[in-house]
């Protein structure tokens, strides 16, 4: 069987009949140790966060820190020992009244996205959330600013100490844009009715832009519109991204979230004044998360399609249809006192990715395009809190270009070990 249907039965079978909850401690509460994931959804991660507040100052502050050791060899080829500083997030919150609350964060990075121009930037600051929001009911609840936008669950519940992993999810980062904010507006709200808990959020913002289709990485590439600053004022198109999400939780069952993100992409007009035909480029996306009661194995799931319009005779190099996903099984082996720490957990894990950057045949020969990757990642983690984790981990991919050929610097079999660290602060 391909390896792509493979993955998106496996997707689909664990999303039938697994239960209950949520990635590791995907709520954590001022005080960090209280558990509140059974009465929030994946959209609520932004604000589930631990943070500091003093007195009646009217600003809380918190933040994480990512750092690793990673050895790695693609083919046989080394680059050695490196060492990396992934990222430092500083979180800035403040309740300006019982109903209006502003929450921003702050982040230097530096991890491999896949874009040739972005390994060469030696990390960047940015403002990755800067967001107002007025809640007016439950179910109705304004938000703008700088947003995330809500293209799967990974993008929204994306900080370190809450992965047993010192890599994030390729398709997720790679296919997809890695934690994908703009400027824009919009609505979300939420509701709660015994087991089942039903939350929505759609927004209007900037998007993206040409360069997804015409890019160093020489291949459809939505991250590379991450590079472009101008669209946090500027929009290529002059019409506005949508994305939104529904999401459908059960504490017995799990929760599912189902996402849509459709742009025009192109400049089609310039001073008013049509150049081109419109193109959009739109995202489908589907995730899962639950933990099986008896075991307490936490499973989080996430695939997404990826449908571009490209120009008429553009090289199939650049795809109009994408595939990628990811699947997580995390399985606690220990739980108790370490070293001082009254609740320590030791956890057994295993990651398992597919990407496909160029789904379909060469419409020339008919011959399959492939310019796939998979890749197995298992990890042990010790958590001595659940706020940070030390992770180690093994990963063995496969890489091959758009025939099939696995020769070059960045195909064919890599091996590689890691061992990091994460923490909430």
């Not at 919150?93 to 702050?106: D, H, N």
Request: aromatic fraction near 14%.
């Amino acid at each position: 069987m391909k390896i792509r249907l493979l993955f998106t039965s496996l997707c689909m079978s664990l999303a039938s009949f697994l239960h209950a909850n949520a990635q590791i401690d995907s709520s954590l509460l001022k005080n960090g140790t209280k558990d509140t994931a059974k009465n929030a959804l994946t959209m609520d991660a932004i604000y589930s966060r631990p943070f500091l507040k003093t007195g009646k100052f009217p600003v809380s502050i918190g933040g994480y820190i990512e750092s690793n050791w990673q050895y790695t060899g693609t083919s046989g080829i080394s680059v050695g020992n490196q060492f990396q500083f992934r990222r430092f997030s500083l979180f800035v919150a403040s309740s300006i009244t019982s109903k209006i609350k502003f929450l921003s964060e702050i982040e230097y990075e530096n991890d491999p996205t896949g874009d040739p121009a972005d390994a060469k930037s030696g990390g960047r600051f940015e403002i990755e959330y800067a967001a107002l929001d007025i809640e007016l009911h439950p179910l109705l609840n304004i938000r703008g600013g700088m947003i995330v936008n809500p293209i799967g669950a990974f993008n929204q519940n994306h900080d370190g100490p809450k992965w047993e992993f010192t890599d994030r999810p390729i398709a997720m980062t790679q296919m997809l844009p890695d934690t994908w904010s703009n400027t824009g507006f919009g609505i979300y709200g939420k509701e709660y009715t015994g087991k089942w808990m039903f939350g929505y959020e759609f927004y209007l913002t900037g998007g993206l832009n040409d360069s997804i289709i015409d890019n160093a990485a020489g291949k459809t590439f939505l991250p590379a519109a991450n590079a472009n600053p101008s669209r946090f004022t500027s929009s290529a198109s002059g019409a506005p991204m949508y994305t939104g999400k529904l999401s459908l939780r059960n504490t017995k069952v799990g929760e599912l979230g189902l996402s849509f993100m459709s742009d025009i992409y192109n400049t089609w007009a310039v001073e008013g004044a049509p150049v081109d035909d419109k193109r959009v480029a739109q995202v489908y996306d589907i995730d899962f998360n639950t933990t099986l009661p008896w075991l307490r194995t936490n499973i989080i799931t996430e695939c997404a399609w990826v449908y571009v319009q490209m120009p008429p005779n553009y090289t199939q190099q650049y795809a109009n249809k994408q595939f990628g996903g990811f699947i997580d099984i995390v399985q606690p082996v220990f739980r108790g006192r370490v070293f001082g720490w009254d609740h320590a957990t030791i956890n057994l894990a295993v990651r398992g990715e597919y990407v496909d950057w160029n789904v379909g045949n060469f419409a020339a020969t008919g011959a399959k395009m492939y310019n796939d990757l998979w890749s197995i990642m298992p990890a042990i983690s010790f958590r001595p809190t659940p706020q940070t984790v030390v992770r180690f981990n093994y990963r063995r991919q496969m890489q091959r270009d758009i025939t099939g050929n696995t020769i070059g610097a960045a195909l064919g079999l890599t091996e590689g070990y890691s061992l990091g660290i994460s923490t909430y602060f």
